[in-house]
């Protein structure tokens, strides 16, 4: 405990804090997307393929332009907050829909949003480690990831049954409070910068 205070700051912890109630959001909802596809609109499994298909081939043209530029050309200490809130709104926007072409259309923008905000994070939390600390932080940063996958899991799984969009409305508010403590995050790194 007292090896983690001397590394762990105030903007790394509200970091962890962000990424671990993303993930949680993210595995919520990519735990029962595949099962509600399959239980609200009867599509086969091949289908949940041809999405996946779909959403591989944008997520990596988002990540080869939109991300990289980010990284290079912007501090991702601020940028990395309207990704977070594009996944918040994309999320949300599920929630309105109930047929098949709009919750397909937004949930492969949730998607491209998804996989911009991950190696985001990842960066910020590297640079904000050192020599002597990176392996802890990194290994702080796997363990965040852990323990969003496992609740994300549980809870999902608990509440499907009680309503089908139940895990998908844990997931806009995890990542609604994720962008919140992400906003306080860039908050706090303003006020060190001056």
């Given at each position: 405990?007292?090896?983690?205070?001397?590394?762990?700051?105030?903007?790394?912890?509200?970091?962890?804090?962000?990424?671990?109630?993303?993930?949680?959001?993210?595995?919520?909802?990519?735990?029962?997307?595949?099962?509600y596809i399959k239980?609200?609109?009867?599509?086969?499994?091949?289908?949940?393929?041809?999405?996946?298909?779909?959403?591989?081939?944008?997520?990596?043209?988002?990540?080869?332009?939109?991300?990289?530029?980010?990284?290079?050309?912007?501090?991702?200490?601020?940028?990395?907050?309207?990704?977070?809130?594009?996944?918040?709104?994309s999320l949300g926007?599920?929630?309105?829909?109930?047929?098949?072409?709009?919750?397909?259309?937004?949930?492969?923008?949730?998607?491209?949003?998804?996989?911009?905000?991950?190696?985001?994070?990842?960066?910020?939390?590297?640079?904000?480690?050192?020599?002597e600390n990176s392996?802890?932080?990194?290994?702080?940063?796997?363990?965040?990831?852990?323990?969003?996958?496992?609740?994300?899991?549980?809870?999902?799984?608990?509440?499907?049954?009680?309503?089908?969009?139940?895990?998908?409305?844990?997931?806009?508010?995890?990542?609604?409070?994720?962008?919140?403590?992400?906003?306080?995050?860039?908050?706090?790194?303003?006020?060190?910068?001056?």
């Open positions: 405990l007292k090896q983690r205070k001397q590394w762990i700051c105030c903007l790394l912890a509200f970091l962890f804090l962000s990424y671990g109630l993303s993930n949680l959001g993210y595995i919520a909802f990519e735990q029962c997307f595949n099962y239980d609200q609109f009867g599509l086969s499994s091949a289908y949940n393929g041809i999405f996946k298909a779909l959403i591989a081939v944008v997520t990596l043209i988002a990540n080869a332009s939109i991300c990289v530029w980010l990284q290079r050309k912007t501090d991702t200490n601020l940028s990395f907050l309207p990704v977070m809130a594009c996944c918040t709104l926007a599920i929630l309105f829909f109930d047929s098949l072409v709009p919750f397909v259309i937004v949930d492969v923008l949730f998607f491209t949003f998804n996989a911009m905000r991950l190696p985001l994070l990842q960066n910020m939390c590297a640079m904000r480690s050192s020599a392996n802890q932080v990194m290994g702080f940063y796997q363990a965040m990831t852990s323990m969003g996958g496992i609740f994300g899991a549980l809870f999902a799984g608990l509440i499907y049954d009680a309503n089908p969009m139940l895990p998908f409305i844990l997931a806009a508010i995890a990542f609604g409070a994720a962008t919140f403590i992400g906003a306080v995050y860039v908050g706090k790194y303003k006020n060190s910068k001056n």
